[in-house]
């Protein structure tokens, strides 16, 4: 055994279905078509620009461990973008431009046998730039989510319907997903009629901002079942994005981003020797709660557990979080069991990214 790559492949013999990249991939596009609950997603960014290709690599392969054994259906790469336009606080952190994603996802996550759904702000890209990308999209079997913009002012060279649009020719082999803003949605009351327009240039799953009051993401659920009944359609997959927070620091900064945390939540955080495994244990009550007002409404579901932190003990969080949801969600019936399956971890040489 190397001390390189690790490319986690099922056993034919036990899974045959998944025993090919494309397959995986397919049981992923399959899930979001027919509405399947349960969907697992585990979401990162990109190391920073001007990181050295030797500690890309290194990223990539302390990546591809942890995920590899993880029960999950896609990974998630993010565009990260400068949002200091958005708001007048000065930003917690300061602000470093990512690897392009999908760069990052191809050259270096290849060998991880997992879809790759990519994140793209469309405004900032023209029609060709757009159309060119999404064709490298199909090829490598990832999947699009496209964005907004960074800020209201932001020159807009391509619209969301444009970038829907383009998408299009590839929709009867591939799935679009969009954001959903439980936050927006309490403020302007029309979140609901943002998912159905999108529905109806082609998006079929939604992944949200990270969940951390409830009660908002409650009423984006109650709201846009109301409005599939009205109209006589199925709902989309809601996927809600969890996140553990470990610092005070961290908890500023999802606030900066404009994540609504309770005041109750935040003092129970502040207030807890353990501020990490406080936050764990809350994501999980808000997952378990999701769980139960999802299926009260028959809005097809899903997680993405998000790791954006560069502290080894919020990373070993989220893969915490991710397996106790999985068996979760296991437990309700709404996730098929993996038990019985085998795995074989095959190894490539570094060339090979």
């Known amino acids: 055994m190397t001390d390189t790559s690790a490319l986690v492949l099922v056993s034919e013999a036990m899974f045959p279905e998944a025993s090919s990249p494309y397959l995986r991939c397919n049981m992923f596009l399959e899930k979001i078509k027919s509405g399947e609950s349960g969907v697992l997603l585990y ?12 500690r890309i690599a290194e990223i990539a392969q302390k990546t591809i ?40 996802a191809s050259k270096y996550l290849s ?39 960074p800020a209201p002012d932001f020159p807009v060279k391509t619209s969301l319907p444009e970038a829907y649009q383009l ?4 929709r009867d082999t591939s799935v679009m997903g969009a ?29 949200s901002q990270c969940v951390f009051n409830l009660a908002y993401a409650r009423q984006v659920i109650e709201d846009l079942a109301i409005g599939c009944k009205r109209q006589g359609i199925t709902p989309p997959t809601l996927i809600f994005t969890i996140s553990a927070c470990g610092s005070a620091k961290t908890l500023h900064f999802m606030e900066w981003l404009g994540i609504h945390i309770p005041d109750e939540v935040k ?25 139960t007002i999802c299926l009260e409404h028959a809005v097809p579901f899903g ?4 790791s954006v932190a560069i502290r080894k003990a919020e990373i070993d969080a989220s893969i915490d979080l991710v397996n106790q949801i999985s068996q979760m969600l296991k437990e309700k019936g709404v996730r ?9 971890v095959t190894t490539l040489s570094q060339s090979d990214l």
């Not at 979401?43 to 030797?54: L, W």
């Open 43 to 54: 979401g990162i960014t990109p190391p920073k620009v001007g990181t050295a290709p030797d």
């Open 65 to 104: 461990d942890r995920l590899a054994i993880l029960d999950i259906d896609a990974l998630v790469v993010y565009d990260v973008q400068d949002e200091s336009a958005r708001t007048n606080e000065e930003r917690p952190f300061p602000f470093i431009n990512a690897l392009d994603p999908l760069i990052f």
């Open 111 to 149: 060998i991880l046998c997992i879809p790759k759904i990519v994140y793209r702000p469309a405004g900032k890209f023209s029609a060709d730039e757009l159309s060119d990308w999404l064709e490298e999209l199909h090829r490598q079997q990832f999947y699009p989510v496209f964005v907004g913009i």
């Open 167 to 170: 998408w299009s020719k590839h």
């Open 179 to 207: 954001v959903t803003i439980p936050e927006r949605h309490h403020v302007l009351k029309d979140e609901e009629v943002r998912v159905l327009d999108k529905m109806n240039h082609g998006v079929s799953y939604f992944i």
């Open 267 to 291: 003092a129970e955080l502040k207030a807890s020797d353990d501020m990490l495994e406080k936050s764990v244990r809350i994501c999980l009550d808000i997952a378990s709660a999701l769980t």
């Open 303 to 306: 997680f993405n557990i998000e």
């Open 336 to 344: 098929k069991s993996s038990e019985g399956k085998e795995f074989e």
